[in-house]
């Protein structure tokens, strides 16, 4: 008897066998919890923070007059040895083709250099003012805080006693007791006027 299911198909105990989902072929799984191994790589491993370092150290040593006075020295020996020397001796002739080879093979490496050393200045200086941002959005706050805590302590001031405020009310009760004494003075004095008749 020929049953009428395709015969690359696994029969219906196979499939009631396998995961949903799962294919024929067996496959590995992936695990989502591992990091990944490391993939090998034909390209060399290099250390991008040295490299870094490194490229600036050039960059720098490319803006100074050091650098300028060195290569000049360099083409004028240069250009002078293979002018004045024998012919035998001279080693670039007078277009000095290896000489603007060697200026140009410079100046291709020193570009990318010095473009990378200006990339990792821009890096630090957008973190510096991150930073300084970050610093000044503290003081601002720190500032409406402090002037907050002073616009309350004046207003607690106003009804607090001041110094002034307290010697006029000290001397308005002096002036009262003054007023108080002089009736009872008088008063006093008609009496002991009345004890001595």
Known sequence: MVSGRDPGLPDRSERDRMPAGASAASRTRVRLDMPRPPRRSLLPEYDPEAFGRFS?????????????????MTIITW????????PGLRFDEYPFIFLTFALSLQASYAAPLILLAQNRQDDRDRVNLEQDR????????????LTREIAALRMGLGEVATRDWIRSELQELVRELEERRVPVAYEQSGRSDEDDR
Do not use: C, H
Not at 134 to 140: D, G, L, P, V, Y
């Open 134 to 145: 970050k610093q000044n959005e503290r003081s601002i706050a720190d500032t409406e805080y």
């Open 56 to 72: 600036e150290q050039i960059a720098r040593f490319l803006g100074t007059g050091r650098f300028l006075v060195w290569m000049t």
């Open 79 to 86: 250009v002078g040895w293979n002018v004045t020397a024998p």
